[in-house]
């Protein structure tokens, strides 16, 4: 059996991997139903749009579950204290997840432009709040969250729902959304043609502009922080115990990674470099590499929050010593190395079954064939 410390790097890692696929895959859909009330002009054009995504969107939701029941089963103290502080954010995003079933389901079964409108605006409503509030979520991590731990490791949150939406947390929402309607829009490209081609590459640009600039502010902005840094205790080979290390707030402190390892800085760097080269091959009227390039800049987007963070997931503001590590915040030796076995069977099924699907649907979705399949296309 593969000893603990390792067990806990290697579901350090392997979370990260969970949220970079679901930001790829169901990433781009939910990008595409942002994009969908501008870059379409009339309900033909909109059905068009929606049947790029249509027959694979909830398909994309495996990622979703995935990383939530990831995060339960690996890190239960995060899973707890973190649906505790961000009740009411999450919350958000179930309901505005809501419009996006029922959206893609019903919108198309009546032949009303009222009826039709809205349910394009709630596909609207659902590809645009949750990536905003997952990145008004990472805004607050890097701040740290108010809570902090009882003797009996109860977690007591003490902020509030207006609390997490600061400046710097809404900078991060911001570029979390144009990067995800930047992946929308490259993938939009990809599977349509003519005018609705035209807008989505003009979006493209624009979103993949707003996310570079958006990313390097908050990368200044970061380095003028406050970061913790564990000073004693946190032995990432003993038992979990979030209590049993002292913490100090450093300015810069999250900067420290990757002075240590100055290769660490090929993290962000590969964020930069894939939003100015997807926005090059949008430019280019090359959406497949354009979209390939956006997968690399949001993989190098949440890596480096994730390498700024490491050890810690969930730092606290309110009590440093309180804060989550990847060392203090896992379950069990015998449940992670059980979880570990159960993802090298089912990952490269996910995998594998999702490519076929791609490849079965690959192709342009034209205004020709939804006029011919009026009755089955969404």
């Known amino acids: 059996m593969i000893d603990y410390m390792t067990l806990k ?5 392997l979370v990260g991997v969970l949220l970079v696929g679901f930001a790829i895959m169901d990433g781009h859909d939910m990008g595409v139903g942002t994009l969908l009330p501008f870059v379409a002009k009339d309900d033909v054009e909109r059905r068009v749009v929606i049947n790029t995504v249509g027959p694979h969107w909830d398909g994309n939701q495996v990622w979703f579950i995935t990383g939530g029941g990831a995060i ?38 009546i032949a009303n432009p009222t009826w039709r409108s809205t349910w394009d605006w709630g596909l609207f409503v659902g590809g645009f709040v949750p990536p905003l509030i997952f990145g008004v979520a990472f805004g607050n991590l890097l701040q740290g969250v108010p809570f902090h731990f009882d003797d009996t490791l109860r977690p007591f949150y003490t902020g509030s729902f207006w609390a997490l939406l600061n400046p710097f947390a809404l900078l991060c929402g911001m ?90 800085w090929g993290v962000p760097g590969l964020g930069i470099a894939g939003l100015i080269g997807g926005a090059l091959l949008a430019w280019a009227r090359r959406p497949g590499l354009a979209f ?34 990847a060392w203090d915040a896992v379950s069990s030796h015998f449940t992670l190395a059980l979880m570990f076995g159960a993802t090298l069977i089912f990952m490269p099924l996910i995998v594998f079954y999702t490519s076929w699907a791609y490849k079965v649907m690959a192709g342009k979705v034209t205004l020709d064939f939804i006029r011919a399949n009026d009755k089955q296309a969404y």
């Open 72 to 109: 339960f089963a690996a890190w239960p103290l995060v899973y707890a204290t973190a649906f505790s502080g961000f009740y009411w954010a999450m919350l958000a995003v179930l309901w505005a997840l809501f419009f996006r079933p029922v959206g893609f389901d019903y919108r198309s079964k």
């Open 292 to 325: 390939i390039a956006s997968s690399l800049a949001m993989t190098g987007i949440i890596g480096t929050a994730g390498v700024a963070l490491f050890p810690f997931v969930m730092p606290s503001s309110s009590d440093p010593a309180s804060g989550l590590t």
């Open 175 to 264: 570029v979390s959304s144009a990067m995800i309607t930047a992946h929308g829009a490259h993938y939009l490209m990809l599977r349509s043609e003519g005018d609705i081609f035209a807008r989505s590459r003009t979006a493209a640009l624009i979103c993949a502009g707003i996310a570079l600039l958006g990313f390097i502010a908050a990368g200044f902005w970061v380095a003028h922080l406050p970061g913790h840094v564990i000073t004693a205790g946190a032995d990432p080979a003993a038992l979990p115990n979030p209590l049993d290390k002292q913490v100090a707030l450093v300015p810069g402190g999250w900067l420290h990674n990757f002075q240590r390892h100055p290769w660490l």
């Open 9 to 13: 790097f290697i579901w350090w890692l």
